[in-house]
């Protein structure tokens, strides 16, 4: 036996849904998730259910029906402003890509650029630390041939394995100790000294 499917919201359920999420967003998105605030954004929710019930044609809407309904049409529209933005780059012609609809636009407000866009101005270094770590990792071992025994035998010890890591922590303690030389250089040339 197939469970019966739920009716679509309202225009007026979305309505009231997305006004109750707007005036509650500091409790709801609240970051904190002690049992304080964990009761209190049940509460606020349990609220904008027994409102959107009120306005309801007949099915009785539950909080995770709400829950769900929130996060669903919020990525939609996040999903809807990255495909318009990806549109009005293209090349050519073709008709304009829809306009949001005034609710799809409440929610923009709801959600704030930054959750839209991203952080002005910031970054995106991951692709590079992940090209980074995948060279460190593919180029596991160096072979050190010309290092000097340390084991007081006269022989040249076996050629010892260091990771690329270490290698890499070893080359940027060369150049900061590089750098420290050139520090040491010039201050003493402005003392009048002659660095040999």
């Avoid at 967003?25 to 349990?46: G, Q």
């Avoid at 769900?68 to 009005?88: L, M, Q, V």
């Avoid at 000097?148 to 260091?162: A, I, L, R």
Wanted: glycine fraction near 6%; include cysteine.
């Amino acid at each position: 036996m197939s469970r019966k499917r739920n009716p679509n919201f309202s225009e007026m359920e979305l309505q009231i849904l997305l006004d109750n999420v707007e005036k509650n967003k500091d409790i709801i998105f609240s970051k904190h998730s002690n049992v304080v605030t964990n009761i209190s954004k049940k509460r606020v929710w349990e609220g904008i259910c027994e409102k959107v019930n009120a306005v309801s044609s007949g099915h009785t809407r539950t909080v995770d029906e709400l829950r769900k309904k929130w996060s669903t049409y919020a990525s939609d529209t996040k999903n809807r402003i990255s495909s318009n933005r990806k549109e009005s780059v293209k090349t050519g012609g073709g008709m304009a890509p829809p306009e949001l609809t005034p609710l799809q636009d409440k929610i923009v407000g709801i959600m704030g650029p930054t959750a839209i866009e991203g952080i002005s101005g910031g970054l995106d270094t991951c692709g590079e630390f992940e090209d980074a770590c995948s060279s460190l990792s593919s180029a596991s071992t160096i072979s050190l041939q010309d290092k000097p025994s340390t084991s007081g035998n006269n022989e040249m010890d076996p050629p010892k394995k260091v990771s690329s890591r270490k290698r890499h922590i070893q080359d940027e303690d060369n150049q900061s100790s590089q750098r420290l030389v050139a520090i040491e250089e010039e201050s003493s040339c402005r003392e009048g000294e002659t660095f040999y």
